[in-house]
């Protein structure tokens, strides 16, 4: 005797083992049903077999007519058999070889209308082969816009809606974000940020890319090796000044990724990451490449400890790995900082050895080199050579002094501007941020007129950064520049009481280096300043920087400090940082704190390149 269950009937209304949703009128089978309830004398949609009854079982006809109470109707049914005995034959097989019975003539039904009907209804989307049914399906659609937001749009928007779809992950969904939308999302995270922002918003995007990419390894994703290098850099690129132990959280990350372990895992503290569930790992282990080691060798770089960049080094000697054209742009910027041209000019030299092209980045690196360790001549004599590119010259001039400026280059430092390399926006800033510190007004405001006439003007965002000079983009310099020209009035301008006796350093037109840093000057920048665009937002450094400027060159005339204040917030609000905010009380004060503003004049020589 045959149980009946094992021949798929059903004595319970057509459900055998299964639990209503809230849905109405849908039943979920649940795994390890034996075989689907199948109405009695119903062929299969896609098959013409059928199968008949043993006639030592009672029969249970079904009306067709009759709504059926099974949770899966029969247009979804795929065919199958059901083999009762080594004897069953079929009329179309000949052979008599075993297989699935034929019902009796009695109960032989052609296709219903029903099934005729679900055969003509117009082709819908199935759900991925990830998704482990059409409840699941249902609800990936329904996130998918979700989903899409976090490719494209504003960071933090993307950001605010990847929390909230890790908090309402449906039960029928495997993962609550699939990997390519968390694969997309750490790319714009890294594309929003290939301009260093300042050092909070930096820390920030760590935080955020550290979360991203634990979500994808503890998923089941891989973790790919340019997210492993973003995230190394970002570890160690999180403050203005790099400290060794921004170089360690850097070899954290790397240690992480040469053991396969999940990201974050070798930090010491436990408030970066919370314990997680180790059974759907399965990221494969990634080999560190250049770029890896790069990132470390530059991280090591600004520390400007000999001890660390050579930690990294042997790194990059050990892997067997050659070093690339950014490995020796990453000396370049070490022996900068480091005051050491014999060491510039060395790495200028392999790396033309190596065959590597010099490049815009690479031009700006040497303007860089050269301005900071006191030779602003040489840094204009190769912006000279870029700005001759632009075919700017006076018709009547045929290049003959330019090519001298060449000729001489080459043979006192050993460098040649290729052809055809023209200024950007890093090389007019970083120009304009050397005549500052050295007390050039005439010719920073001589680069500023050239940058805004330039036939290839400067488009990109208005945005005020703590920029490194040597990156490799900028969108647009205006507001670093005027905090560079302001951060020049302070160190440079005198009060007027103390004209007789100022320092008589004279600048390259043979004028005392104060005479040009005037109140009337600084006013006129000021208007420039307030005009600008409104997408322009100055930050904190910049707005300090001017008002000490205002401060000094007007001798602490708290008149005039007001009527900038009042300009100032009309323009640009009030919310600055503590800094900015204590001066602003200072000039409002009922007393004048004669020994504050003080402070803020002799404090001019430690005014350094990183003020």
Request: hydrophobic share 35%.
């Amino acid at each position: 005797m045959l149980r009946a269950s094992s021949l798929g009937l059903a004595f319970t209304h057509g459900i055998s083992r299964c639990y209503l949703l809230h849905h109405p009128r849908c039943l979920h089978k649940q795994l390890g049903h034996e075989t689907q309830p199948i109405p009695s004398g119903v062929p299969y949609l896609h098959s013409t077999e059928t199968s008949e009854m043993s006639k030592d079982m009672p029969e249970t006809t079904m009306s067709l007519s009759e709504p059926s109470s099974n949770a899966y109707s029969m247009d979804s049914r795929r065919s199958t058999t059901t083999t009762l005995s080594p004897t069953s034959t079929n009329p179309h097989n000949p052979t008599g070889s075993p297989e699935t019975l034929n019902l009796s003539p009695a109960v032989k039904r052609g296709p219903s209308a029903r099934s005729l009907q679900a055969a003509q209804r117009p082709w819908r989307p199935t759900a991925p082969h990830h998704l482990s049914s059409r409840y699941a399906f249902r609800d990936h659609q329904a996130r998918r816009p979700l989903y899409e937001k976090l490719a494209k749009g504003n960071v933090d928007e993307a950001w605010q809606t990847y929390q909230d779809l890790l908090k309402s992950r449906p039960a029928h969904l495997k993962q609550a974000i699939p990997h390519k939308y968390l694969h997309s999302f750490a790319a714009l995270l890294v594309k929003s940020t290939n301009v260093p922002p300042s050092k909070s918003r930096t820390q920030t995007v760590f935080l955020r890319l550290l979360s991203i990419l634990n979500t994808i390894y503890y998923t089941g994703g891989q973790v790919r090796l340019w997210e492993w290098n973003a995230l190394i850099d970002y570890a160690g690129r999180g403050w203005r000044k790099t400290r060794a132990d921004d170089f360690q959280a850097a070899m954290n990350v790397y240690q992480d990724m040469v053991a396969n372990c999940a990201p974050g895992s070798s930090f010491t503290s436990d408030a970066f990451l919370p314990l997680q569930d180790k059974t759907r790992v399965m990221s494969a282990p990634v080999s560190p490449d250049v770029f890896t080691y790069t990132t470390l060798i530059a991280i090591a770089g600004r520390t400007l400890s000999q001890s660390v960049l050579t930690r990294a080094e042997s790194l990059l000697a050990s892997s067997g790995i050659p070093p690339n054209r950014t490995t020796y742009l990453a000396y370049l910027r070490y022996y900068t900082r480091k005051g050491r041209l014999g060491g510039v000019r060395t790495t200028l030299y392999r790396l033309l050895e190596k065959g590597w092209p010099l490049g815009i980045d690479g031009v700006n690196t040497l303007i860089w080199a050269y301005g900071r360790n006191g030779q602003p001549g040489v840094a204009g004599s190769i912006y000279r050579i870029l700005r001759h590119s632009l075919q700017l010259a006076d018709p009547s001039d045929d290049g003959r002094d330019v090519r001298a400026i060449a000729r001489e280059l080459h043979a006192t430092e050993g460098i040649t501007i290729p052809e055809g390399l023209r200024p950007d926006a890093v090389t007019y800033y970083t120009l304009i941020q050397v005549y500052a510190y050295h007390g050039e007004l005439r010719d920073c405001l001589k680069v500023f007129s050239e940058m805004i006439t330039s036939p290839v003007p400067l488009t990109g965002a208005l945005e005020d950064m703590d920029k490194d000079v040597t990156g490799p983009t900028l969108p647009n310099p205006i507001l670093p520049i005027f905090r560079a020209i302001f951060l020049g009035f302070a160190r440079h301008a005198t009060p007027p009481n103390l004209v007789a006796s100022a320092d008589a350093t004279e600048d390259t037109y043979g004028e005392p280096v104060w005479r040009s840093w005037t109140l009337e000057q600084l006013h006129t920048l000021f208007d420039d300043f307030i005009e600008l665009p409104k997408d322009a937002r100055p930050n904190d450094r910049t707005v300090y920087w001017l008002l000490v400027a205002f401060s000094i060159v007007s001798g602490y005339d708290r008149a005039i400090l007001r009527n900038v204040w009042e300009r100032l917030e009309g323009r640009y609000g009030s919310r600055w940082d503590g800094r900015v905010r204590e001066l602003r009380d200072k000039i409002y004060a009922e007393e004048f704190d004669h020994a504050y503003f003080e402070r803020l004049r002799a404090s001019r020589e430690r005014r350094g390149w990183e003020s």
